[in-house]
Structures are given as C-alpha cells and as structure tokens.
C-alpha cells in the first residue's frame, strides 16, 4: 500500500498559471522526492529535499517540506502545456533502506 | 551519458507462465530497484540490488525475484503468472542510495492473458 496521499488528485490549468500540488505522509523519512511521469512511461527525477530541509527551488520549481505536519507541497510557476503530466512525491523513510513509498500522484492538465 | 535500459518493452505471456524482465542501469551506477505499477496498486517497490546483494524487499510473494549481475545488470523474474500480474513493470538506478535519486527506465509493460 501507499504510504503517500496526494492533494489534489486531478489539476486543470491554463498555460502561464502556477500549480501547486501537495503530498502527505506517515512516517518519519529521511528525504521526500518528486517525480513526473508521462503517460504510463518512465519517471522523471525532478527534486529531492532531505529531512533537514524546508524548501529547495529548480528552475520553474520549488518544493517545501514540513516535517512537523508531515506534508511536502510542489509549486510549478509560469506552467506550459509540456507540464502536463502526472506528478507523484516519494518518501525514503528512516530505516527504510532505500525503498521509495509513493504517493497517489496528481494528474496536472496545462491547457493553452 | 545513456540511461536507464529496460527490455523489452511490451510483453504478453498467459496464466502459469514464467517471465524475465531485464534493465541496464545507467553506467557506475550501482543501485538498481525495482517497481510495480497498477491502476489499483499505484507504485509498489519490489526490491533493491546493491553490488550483487539485495539490500531490500518489498511486501511481494516469492514467486517475484530479482538479482544483480557483476555489471550491475539486473533481472527480475515472475514464476506462475497471474492476471493480476499484468502492471508496468519500472527500474531505477542510483549511484548509491536514495541521496541521490533515481533515474528510472521507460519500464515493461507485462500483461498476463
């Protein structure tokens, strides 16, 4: 089973608007990823922040993380119809040896 | 720098078959792990190789087994397939561990008739 639940399930934007998406999770880690993954193919690494960290930017991106409320959110600036994709966080759990849980994922529609 | 090779790409096989799935990890990459994704399921790790030896395993039955060769080529194997096998199948290679992500491969897709 997932240990993750994204937020929303399903995002509609017009080109240029930011998204955001959010991830909950239950157990303590040791760092949150975010991944995007296009049509049933591969994933695509996009950003990881370690357990110690509150926020990291990439380009166009920025992930926050609160530990406290177990909670990474994913903000996607200035969104072209390229983005469109489905985006999943994944947690590296303390102890867990390397084994990404992820979550739902959240299916992102830029539309022009 | 090539990635993360998968093969093959689609697969059909029926009930009580047996299947091997190969991936190449991108090169000095010494992780390889392994996924499963289904509409019901989402992502579930299967397991994880580190220079030959498994370093983890997911909650799977024992007819799904993996190992890493001496180049950090990896196999994974389903014994007695069940429809409920059908999924796409992901790998992923780090340098080391989760520290510096993953890159992942396009997958095969395994569908069990």
């Known amino acids: 089973s997932q240990q993750g639940e994204e937020d929303p399930q399903a995002l509609s934007i017009q080109e240029g608007e930011n998204a955001t998406m959010n991830c909950s999770y239950k157990?303590?880690?040791?760092?949150l990823q975010w991944y995007r993954q296009n049509s049933g193919r591969g994933l695509v690494h996009l950003i990881l922040?370690?357990?110690n960290e509150r926020e990291k930017h990439s380009g166009r991106l920025r992930v926050t993380l609160d530990t406290s409320k177990k909670s990474s959110s994913l903000l996607i600036t200035a969104s072209r119809a390229a983005d469109t994709a489905s985006y999943f966080c994944?947690?590296?759990?303390w102890g867990g040896g390397n084994k990404l849980t992820f979550g739902t994922g959240t299916q992102l529609k830029v539309e022009l | 720098k090539a990635g993360v090779t998968q093969t093959p790409r689609y697969l059909i096989k029926t009930r009580g078959q047996q299947v091997t799935l190969s991936c190449s990890p991108i090169?000095?990459?010494?992780?390889v792990s392994w996924y499963q994704q289904t509409p019901g399921q989402g992502l579930q790790f299967l397991f994880e190789?580190?220079?030959?030896?498994?370093?983890n395993k997911g909650n799977f039955p024992g007819r799904f087994s993996g190992r890493q060769f001496s180049n950090s080529r990896s196999e994974m194997n389903v014994s007695t397939l069940e429809l409920g096998d059908s999924a796409l199948y992901l790998c992923?290679?780090?340098?080391?561990?989760?520290?510096?992500?993953?890159?992942f491969g396009s997958g095969t897709r395994l569908t069990v008739v």
């Open positions: 992923a290679s780090s340098e080391r561990d989760s520290l510096y992500g993953y890159t």
């Open positions: 090169s000095g990459h010494r992780s």
């Open positions: 190789y580190f220079s030959e030896t498994q370093r």
């Open positions: 922040i370690r357990s």
């Open positions: 157990t303590s880690i040791n760092n």
């Open positions: 994944a947690t590296d759990a």
